[in-house]
T-cell receptor, first 113, second 108 residues
């Protein structure tokens, strides 16, 4: 595997379910990010991790819970989501935080029913 | 507040030149990025400007004027595969703030 991978690619879940999104980067980077991409809206930054420490939580509801066990892996745990949470969730990594090129994964298309 | 504006949609002809504009008003500035995103795919890096002026990379060029809060992406010799969304993003305090993206359709 190369670059940034995400699983699953598609996910349908009910509002009472609990699921997790997984991201893995094979680039040796120290910073990882979660973004939300909704139709007709800009990419929204959700969380930033630097060396496994959360450095940014962009006013995201607590029903989204990130976890970064090491610098290569990032999870987004989901529970009691709302239909408006349906979106494309993108993971990205960069060498460090700051004005550095970010490499994006293919995303997980989430539908909340 | 933070505000980044791009046109929502543009159409151009194969072989032509197109310029996609981006204006920004942000509390801080550490550089401006352009990304390309094909439908259903991940955004991929195109260019980065931190100083005023033009950066050229093959068929793509990007320009920045910090005093005007303005950037553009110039695509030359358009190809059908250039049909995609083009995202302008400003780096500020360690994070990227994205515009809504410009969807470019290239027609034969």
């Amino acid at each position: 595997e190369t670059g940034v991978t995400q699983t699953p690619r598609h996910l349908v879940m009910g509002m009472t379910n609990k699921k997790s999104l997984k991201c893995e980067q094979h680039l040796g980077h120290n910073a990882m990010y979660w973004y939300k991409q909704s139709a007709k809206k800009p990419l929204e930054l959700m969380f930033v991790y630097s060396l496994e420490e959360r450095v940014e939580n962009n006013s995201v509801p607590s029903r989204f819970s990130p976890e970064c066990p090491n610098s290569s892996h990032l999870f987004l745990h989901l529970h009691t989501l709302q239909p408006e949470d349906s979106a494309l969730y993108l993971c990205a990594s960069s060498q460090v935080t700051g004005a550095y090129e970010q490499y994006f994964g293919p995303g997980t298309r989430l539908t909340v029913t | 507040g933070q505000n980044i504006d791009q046109p929502t949609e543009m159409t151009a002809t194969e072989g032509a030149i197109v310029q996609i504009n981006c204006t920004y008003q942000t509390s801080g500035f550490n550089g401006l990025f352009w990304y390309q995103q094909h439908a259903g795919e991940a955004p991929t890096f195109l260019s980065y400007n931190v100083l005023d002026g033009l950066e050229e990379k093959g068929r793509f060029s990007s320009f920045l004027s910090r005093s005007k809060g303005y950037s553009y992406l110039l695509l030359k010799e358009l190809q059908m595969k250039d049909s995609a969304s083009y995202l302008c993003a400003v780096s500020n305090t360690g994070k990227l703030i994205f515009g809504q993206g410009t969807t470019l359709q290239v027609k034969p």
